[in-house]
């Protein structure tokens, strides 16, 4: 039983992974069917972005009304200045609205879970500072597991800017969690040997990392890294550390390349590779969908069993 | 009136520890003896106890003037009091900043006033603490600072640091340096490893702290000044402080209870009452900050209280003010961490705590017949578990809150009067 609040895969069992993955494989059905249902009747969800976002926020969206949520949205213009007593007001208004599920993406790590220490409603981390992106890992986990059979000893390798990625955090405590092996590739500026201790691989060699892999797995670069110093150019960068063709011959024959979008095209992804067979990137979208209805489904499930204590 | 603190065992802070008698009077310690009786004294019953010359801290934030909603010079030496400190050093980051003999000669007047424990001002370095123009040192030493920081604002100009230097000493000021390169530590907020990575917090990386002391060490070496080192919390650091003074450097260096006790583990979860600068660091170099005391590389024990609104704690981490409220838990934060652990002996703490800040504040210290009667009575059989609601201090923020510790300040006398009494009786002000 998922906890109250989805904050990271962090704190998640293997247990809770694996039955949200399955609740999510039933939710596609309704996507790929008749996209109608009752399942969150009554209930009402928020999202409230306090960093911009289109497609994780439309992405909740769909997901709320096909399950026949009330859905709101809240978007917060944010700057380092927003101090979070603001936030606090803010999501407690939300909430006096009756809301029962609030997603929240922060440009601050743990600003969820300061929401969540005070809020009754329960609280779905959409993407927190450079800490986790819980959702997009559940629906590259899902993505994952519907083109392997299993997790266990298979070879993952995210590539980029780890240090600054909340998606490859998240992705890397369930792949590890599910029993993957996990290979971080980038420059050292954006990936610290400290990533070991946390029971992954570490790469410089973008080659090496890629070798015999199962899956391939790229993140967005902000170019602005480079104005401060952590890469010398996109070119260089390209050169070194980006998915091409070439390199995805040195991966298995059937390995499947992931990317969380918007592609910085030719900079972490040629273009060309990133349209190639060997691309689920579409896929993961529609995942994304199923795997935000679940979410909601077992919270709000677990809601309704515990509504004494909330 | 004259007090007589009966029956303890006193640590008087030269060396000393007997069981015996103590007779206060005009402020002073008038007789220490096996048994003093008197008909007309009060008796502070101190059987079973420990009298210890009164803490002094010399990395104290008052937050007065400016930032009263935060602390004020009345329930920061309440505070105080509460700790079992009789002096404390206040730092001179207020608004106005301590850059001038106005708001000096203004901080002695509200303590005067308002204060339960004895004041002394540190003066800033930089006029406004900008980092750009001497202060006027001289005034500022004549209306009564012994010391000088810039206290958050490290000086990035080495340049004007070394000039601070030799201006500075012409007065035998002490600089307090807070060491840290802003640019090494960047956007950081907590200690820069495995923790760090794991939550995705910025960190900051140990050697921010180690590579400006290091430069401070270089230009006390060319030019004598007495150097003093606050708030050190990495292995190298004391590394870098021990070889200085070996090598015949002027230099003394502090560390903060929590830096000592604490490690970058409890910053997982996202609690702000866990940030502070510098931050809480890995158990390596807890280990090494205890060596350093030992060994006497680190002389003084400092708790760099910062107290700060509830509102500044209540935001996410990254926004979250630094700092943490601590003077009032300070010695029970050590005595159960360090004594009862048997890392060092009470009579360590006394010197860390009391003897030798006070060393360095050039003010009287330790318990003997004629000085001052700053003196705290602590009970280390007694358990308390914190609530910071209780705090007299207006900052609540300490991530000890809920923390059961050991050792309990009963008494605090400042100049002979009992200033502070457990349960709160006996509060006098007007040091």
């Known amino acids: 039983m998922i906890k109250k609040d989805v904050l990271g895969i962090r704190d998640m069992s293997k247990e809770d992974l694996i039955e949200i993955l399955d609740t999510a494989k039933e939710m596609k059905k309704i996507i790929e069917g008749e996209k109608i249902s009752d399942i969150l009747k009554g209930k009402t969800i928020i999202t409230i972005f306090f960093e911009p976002s289109t497609r994780t926020r439309l992405s909740f969206e769909m997901a709320a009304k096909y399950l026949g949520a009330h859905f709101g949205n809240i978007e917060t213009k944010t700057s380092s200045v927003i101090k979070g007593e603001s936030l606090i007001d803010t999501v407690r208004t939300v909430e006096r609205m009756k809301a029962d599920v609030i997603i929240v993406r922060h440009n601050m790590s743990g600003a969820p879970h300061l929401m969540a220490k005070y809020l009754n409603a329960s609280i779905i981390n959409a993407g927190d500072g450079l800490n986790e992106h819980p959702t997009q890992a559940l629906l590259d986990l899902m993505t994952i597991r519907e083109k392997k059979e299993s997790f266990k000893g298979l070879k993952v390798v995210i590539i980029g800017d780890i240090v600054h990625s909340r998606v490859a955090r998240s992705n890397m405590w369930g792949l590890l969690k599910l029993g993957a092996e996990v290979r971080l590739a980038g420059p050292a500026t954006l990936l610290p040997k400290t990533f070991e201790k946390l029971g992954a691989k570490v790469y410089y060699d973008i080659d090496k990392a890629i070798e015999d892999v199962d899956v391939v797995m790229g993140l967005r670069i902000q170019l602005e890294r480079q104005k401060s110093g952590l890469f010398p150019s996109k070119d260089e960068f390209a050169r070194y550390f980006g998915i091409t063709s070439e390199r995805m011959k040195l991966a298995k024959k059937n390995a499947i390349l992931m990317h969380p979008g918007p592609i910085n095209r030719n900079v972490e992804i040629s273009s060309e590779t990133a349209n190639s067979g060997y691309s689920v990137i579409e896929e993961q979208v529609t995942n994304g969908v199923a795997v935000r209805m679940a979410l909601l489904k077992l919270l709000c499930e677990r809601r309704k069993n515990n509504e004494n204590n909330y | 009136m004259k007090t007589i603190i009966k029956g303890g065992t006193i640590i008087n802070g030269y060396g000393g520890n007997e069981k015996a008698d103590i007779l206060v009077d005009n402020g002073k310690v008038e007789a220490i003896e096996k048994t003093i009786e008197s008909n007309d004294a009060l008796i502070i019953d101190a059987n079973g106890k420990y009298v210890l010359p ?378």
């Open chain 2, 54 to 431: 009164g803490f002094v801290d010399m990395h104290t934030h008052l937050r007065q003037p400016g930032f009263e909603e935060k602390e004020t010079i009345k329930t920061g030496t309440h505070a105080a009091v509460a700790g079992g400190y009789t002096t404390v050093a206040c730092m001179p980051n207020t608004n106005p900043v301590i850059d001038n003999e106005v708001v000096v000669e203004y901080i002695k007047s509200i303590a005067k006033r308002d204060g339960y424990s004895k004041v002394i001002p540190i003066g800033s370095m930089t006029k406004g603490m900008m980092g750009e123009e001497i202060s006027e040192m001289a005034k500022l030493k004549d209306a009564g600072i012994v010391a000088l920081s810039d206290d958050g604002h490290p000086i990035m100009n080495a340049g004007l640091m070394k000039r601070i230097m030799i201006y500075g000493s012409m007065y035998d000021l002490l600089m307090i340096t807070h060491c840290e390169d802003k640019m090494l530590s960047g956007e950081g907020v907590m200690n820069n490893g495995l923790i760090s990575t794991m939550i995705g917090l910025r960190g900051i990386p140990h050697e921010a702290e180690e590579v400006m002391i290091a430069r401070n060490i270089i230009l006390a070496k060319s030019t004598g000044a007495r150097l003093h080192i606050a708030h050190v919390s990495t292995k190298d650091s004391v590394e870098l402080i021990r070889r200085a003074k070996a090598d015949g450097v002027n230099i003394t260096a502090e560390v903060t209870p929590h830096n000592l006790c604490l490690t970058e583990e409890i910053v997982d979860g996202f609690d702000t009452n866990t940030k502070a600068y510098p931050p809480l660091r890995t158990k390596e170099d807890v280990d090494a900050l205890i060596e350093g005391l030992k060994d006497g590389t680190i002389d003084v024990i400092a708790t760099d209280h910062a107290p700060h609104t509830k509102d500044d704690k209540k935001v996410p981490y990254e926004i979250a003010a630094f700092g943490i409220s601590g003077i009032e838990i300070a010695f029970s934060v050590i005595y159960t961490y360090l004594v009862k652990n048997g890392l060092i002996t009470l009579e360590d703490l006394v010197s860390y705590m009391s003897i030798n800040p006070a060393k360095l504040l050039k003010t009287s210290y330790g318990i003997k017949v004629g000085n001052a009667a700053d003196i705290t009575v602590v009970d280390t059989n007694k358990e308390y578990t914190v609530n910071v609601d209780n705090f007299k201090s207006k900052g609540k923020n300490s991530p000890f809150n809920g923390k059961r510790l050991t050792g309990v300040v009963e008494y605090t006398l400042v100049d002979g009067k009992i200033i502070y009494k457990n349960n709160g009786k006996f509060e006098e002000c007007n040091v």
